[in-house]
T-cell receptor
Framework: AQKVTQAQTEISVVEKEDVTLDCVYETRDTTYYLFWYKQPPSGELVFLIRRNSFDEQNEISGRYSWNFQKSTSSFNFTITASQVVDSAVYFCALSTIQGAQKLVFGQGTRLTINP | DTEVTQTPKHLVMGMTNKKSLKCEQHMGHRAMYWYKQKAKKPPELMFVYSYEKLSINESVPSRFSPECPNSSLLNLHLHALQPEDSALYLC?????????????FGPGTRLTVT
């Protein structure tokens, strides 16, 4: 069975601080995909990134960066120089090649950036 | 264009009403999804349509009836709902080619059952 754990329920930081959201996953499949989604108060889930299990390269996109480590089954997300607009709930999710249409979500981390 | 649209944005209905939620995408995706999301919880998968055929039903009560009239449209028909069905209903779509199945979500319909 697949499982995603986001241990941080809520995080609150002051604007311009760096913040890391943790994601730990469990799966017995050797081929799987990891995702991060952002859900602002408006409700829409916004796709941020996907990563497949064979690609352990870290990725940077502007102020966002992702650190994928198979050895620790983690796929952490860092926001550098946070801004108020980054306030949202962030979900980490997993799917496998066997159940590619089923996303297993973590419980989400509510991030609040205070001015 | 990665837009999925949903109507209505808000819906209030009584337990004896019949209503429908609508979802549309023009990304050429052949998989479409319905999710239910309660407050402070992650989305829960309800249904998946692949090439306009129902491929996954996560044991959803029959008072929810999905329909996929064509590759761009997805409906969710609601009948005799219960107050506990009040939630945010999200539609999503994804490609079915290759192995990349990131799903693109719409803004959701906030449903209140009175």
């Amino acid at each position: 069975a697949q499982k995603v754990t986001q241990a941080q329920t809520e995080i609150s930081v002051v604007e311009k601080e760096d913040v890391t959201l943790d994601c730990v996953y469990e799966t017995r499949d050797t081929t799987y995909y990891l995702f991060w989604y952002k859900q602002p108060p408006s409700g829409e889930l916004v796709f941020l990134i996907r990563r497949n299990s064979f690609d352990e390269q870290n990725e940077i996109s502007g102020r966002y960066s992702w650190n994928f480590q198979k050895s620790t089954s983690s796929f952490n997300f860092t926001i550098t120089a946070s801004q108020v607009v980054d306030s949202a709930v962030y979900f980490c999710a997993l799917s496998t090649i066997q159940g590619a249409q089923k996303l297993v979500f973590g419980q989400g981390t509510r991030l609040t950036i205070n001015p | 264009d990665t837009e999925v649209t949903q109507t209505p944005k808000h819906l209030v209905m009584g337990m004896t009403n019949k209503k429908s939620l609508k979802c549309e995408q023009h990304m050429g995706h052949r998989a479409m999804y319905w999710y239910k999301q309660k407050a402070k919880k992650p989305p829960e998968l309800m249904f998946v349509y692949s090439y306009e055929k129902l491929s996954i039903n996560e044991s959803v009560p029959s008072r929810f009836s999905p329909e996929c009239p064509n590759s761009s449209l997805l409906n969710l028909h609601l009948h005799a709902l219960q107050p506990e069905d009040s939630a945010l209903y999200l539609c999503a779509s994804s490609s079915t080619s290759g192995s990349w199945y990131e799903q693109y979500f719409g803004p959701g319909t906030r449903l209140t059952v009175t």
